[in-house]
């Protein structure tokens, strides 16, 4: 009876997972990305707790370890497309000044798409690499940053090794538009994807910032090749 109880335990686990039946006019790999999206814990959370997408996640995890967006933080949020990082970004350094007591923050998110407004946060539409892109952030933000944060990543084209190649450039373009715009002491945080090609990245990183740390948080999934650099105390050239 044990044994016989255990299996059906089993198969009811293996039965809660939620498959698509109707996968007509779709690939074998939009069936896996839907069914994977279903199933998914973060999907589920992001829905419930009101985040645009399940990202959200991965920038309260790395907030959780590193602390960098604070009450009264000014926040610079790069491709802030769907808008899940901004929200987290509101929340925690109290730019709704919802938390009485506390100083009130700024978000700025900047993106090349439109970008549906978010409470609390001041949504542009903005080619961040564009002359004088620096400049129309700060004066947004009335005043420097403290963090600079990238979720971006760059279209896929297929091929692995190109794909890591132009992330890792647009994390270097990211990194030099932080050096533009943030406060002495300030934060940066991006995506990268593990691989090779990131040296030079965490050698010009390590010239400007007193601490770079490399993470993958539990809401990556752990098929993905993408990391997270936290780069802290930054220090502008003299």
């Excluded at 007509?24 to 829905?47: C, F, I, M, S």
């Excluded at 690499?129 to 760059?154: F, R, Y």
């Excluded at 539990?218 to 502008?236: I, L």
Aim: glycine residues 10%; contains cysteine; hydrophobic residues 40%.
């Amino acid at each position: 009876m044990s044994n016989k109880s255990e299996n059906t335990s089993g198969r009811g686990q293996r039965d809660l997972r939620v498959k698509v039946k109707k996968a007509k006019g779709k690939t074998v790999a939009q069936v896996r990305w839907l069914e994977r999206q279903l199933n998914d814990p973060y999907v589920k959370r992001a829905k419930s707790e009101g985040y645009r997408g399940r990202a959200a996640f991965k920038i309260i995890e790395l907030d959780d370890k590193y602390r960098f967006l604070v009450p009264g933080a000014r926040v610079v949020d790069l491709g802030c497309a769907p808008g899940g990082w901004c929200q987290v970004a509101v929340k925690r350094t109290n730019a709704l000044g919802e938390k009485k007591g506390k100083s009130i923050g700024r978000v700025i998110g900047v993106d090349l798409q439109e970008v549906e407004p978010i409470a609390g946060a001041d949504i542009h539409q903005l080619d961040f690499l564009e002359e004088n892109a620096d400049e129309k952030v700060k004066q947004w933000l009335d005043g420097p940053a403290d963090v600079v944060m990238s979720d971006m990543a760059a279209a896929s084209s297929g091929h692995k090794q190109t794909d890591h190649l132009r992330i890792i450039a647009l994390c270097e373009a990211a990194a030099y538009f932080a050096f533009d715009v943030l406060e002495e002491g300030g934060t940066f945080v991006a995506k990268v994807l593990a691989g090779g090609a990131e040296g030079d990245l965490q050698k010009i990183l390590k010239q400007r910032f007193s601490k770079v740390s490399h993470l993958k948080p539990p809401a990556s999934r752990a098929d993905s090749s993408e990391k997270f650099v936290v780069a802290t105390g930054y220090r502008a050239e003299r």
